[in-house]
């Protein structure tokens, strides 16, 4: 009966020569119902592939935006990101340089608007803004929602990827061209770093609880 399931066992026997013991050589298969099933001995499958399909599995589901609970919100705020690089490294090829530079200058300075007001707010639930002492002092306030479990995990890995990744781009290239000696560009460059490094490090210090106040 159990010869239409069973359709082939291979077993590749060698023989030990020292004491004419049968070894089962681990790559041993049985083909149950036309499916290649391993040996239990068998010692050769490598984790590598299928860890990394596990890992990029991961990956896709974590910026998966149909998951999102703000859809258009991480979108602009990523295609505000991808507009700055694209218009400094790319626009210059069909536009003059100098135009291509104000426009970064333009759009880098929607994109630090639209962070701080907007993103923030709706894809981490947070807030921050600051305030002029009567003593003249720079005073940062952060606020946060009063319940952040309800924080999508695909909108806040939108927010603070783009962040990261956007402050890591323009601080490697304000370097390259201050090396470079290209010190306009540099000022450029720099510029827009500083708009992402500010949005970034208030953001970062709201999520540690540094400041005061609670939104709905």
Same mark, same amino acid.
């Given at each position: 009966?159990?010869?239409?399931?069973?359709?082939?066992?291979?077993?590749?026997?060698?023989?030990?020569?020292?004491?004419?013991?049968?070894?089962?050589?681990?790559?041993?298969?049985?083909?149950?119902?036309?499916?290649?099933?391993?040996?239990?001995?068998?010692?050769?499958?490598?984790?590598?592939p299928y860890q990394q399909m596990q890992e990029e599995?991961?990956?896709?589901?974590?910026?998966?935006?149909?998951?999102?609970?703000?859809?258009?919100?991480?979108?602009?705020?990523?295609?505000?990101?991808?507009?700055?690089?694209?218009?400094?490294?790319?626009?210059?090829?069909?536009?003059?340089?100098?135009?291509?530079?104000?426009?970064?200058?333009?759009?880098?300075?929607?994109?630090?608007?639209?962070?701080?007001n907007i993103a923030g707010r709706y894809l981490i639930?947070?807030?921050?803004?600051?305030?002029?002492?009567?003593?003249?002092?720079?005073?940062?306030?952060?606020?946060?929602?009063?319940?952040?479990?309800?924080?999508?995990?695909?909108?806040?890995?939108?927010?603070?990827?783009?962040?990261?990744?956007?402050t890591l781009i323009w601080l490697v290239t304000t370097? /390259?061209?201050? /090396?470079?000696?290209?010190?306009?560009?540099?000022?450029?460059?720099?510029?827009?770093?500083?708009?992402?490094?500010?949005?970034?490090?208030?953001?970062?210090?709201?999520?540690?609880?540094?400041?005061?106040?609670?939104?709905?």
């Amino acid at each position: 009966t159990w010869g239409p399931i069973i359709q082939k066992r291979k077993e590749y026997i060698q023989m030990n020569p020292s004491d004419g013991q049968h070894q089962i050589n681990p790559l041993a298969n049985v083909q149950l119902a036309g499916i290649m099933l391993p040996l239990s001995n068998r010692r050769d499958n490598n984790p590598v592939p299928y860890q990394q399909m596990q890992e990029e599995g991961a990956i896709a589901k974590a910026f998966d935006i149909k998951q999102a609970s703000h859809p258009c919100t991480c979108l602009t705020t990523s295609l505000f990101k991808l507009s700055v690089v694209v218009c400094y490294f790319v626009l210059s090829l069909v536009l003059e340089r100098l135009y291509c530079l104000i426009i970064t200058v333009v759009i880098s300075a929607f994109d630090f608007w639209f962070v701080k007001n907007i993103a923030g707010r709706y894809l981490i639930g947070m807030r921050w803004w600051s305030e002029i002492q009567p003593d003249g002092r720079d005073f940062w306030v952060f606020e946060c929602r009063l319940n952040e479990d309800h924080v999508n995990p695909v909108d806040k890995n939108f927010f603070w990827w783009s962040q990261i990744i956007a402050t890591l781009i323009w601080l490697v290239t304000t370097v /390259i061209r201050v /090396i470079s000696f290209e010190f306009f560009e540099g000022g450029i460059t720099g510029f827009v770093f500083v708009l992402n490094a500010v949005n970034l490090i208030a953001y970062y210090n709201c999520s540690k609880g540094k400041g005061y106040g609670n939104f709905g």
